[in-house]
């Protein structure tokens, strides 16, 4: 909390929102603890580092981060299977966070988000519907 309060936030409170839901997609560990967050924002801090943007601050790539999730996933189901369907659970685990993501970055716009996305704003739009995703509420943060 002390780093909290202490950190300038130049960017305000969407700066620390930011923050927080970028270590809580990213943070490999099952608690953001203060080592964490006084790495990232030492990182924040220091461009001339900045972390590759397919690679989390800890080593480890999205594929990697995913297989690990995966493996504790399917462990905790043996000796047997997970239910079915898990592609479709894990596309959705994936592309709901990744749709807000965009659309909050390019503050609700949809023609934006979906270049960001290098899918067509149609499609967009589908999966914002299909994920109920309200879009208009995401202009506001």
Known sequence: MQWLGDYSWP???RE???LMRRL???AR???????????????AADPATPAAPH???????????VEDHLSRYFLAFQPGLPPDGVYDRVLEEVERPLLTLAMTASRGNQLRAARLLG???????????DLNIKAGALKRR
């Open 119 to 129: 899918i067509n704003r149609n499609t967009l739009r589908k999966k914002l519907n």
């Open 11 to 13: 960017g305000n409170v």
């Open 16 to 18: 620390l929102e930011n």
């Open 24 to 26: 809580a997609a990213l």
């Open 55 to 65: 690679r989390s601050r800890h080593g480890a790539g999205l594929a990697e981060t």
């Open 29 to 43: 560990e099952d608690q953001i603890t203060a080592a964490v967050i006084e790495a990232e924002l030492a990182e």
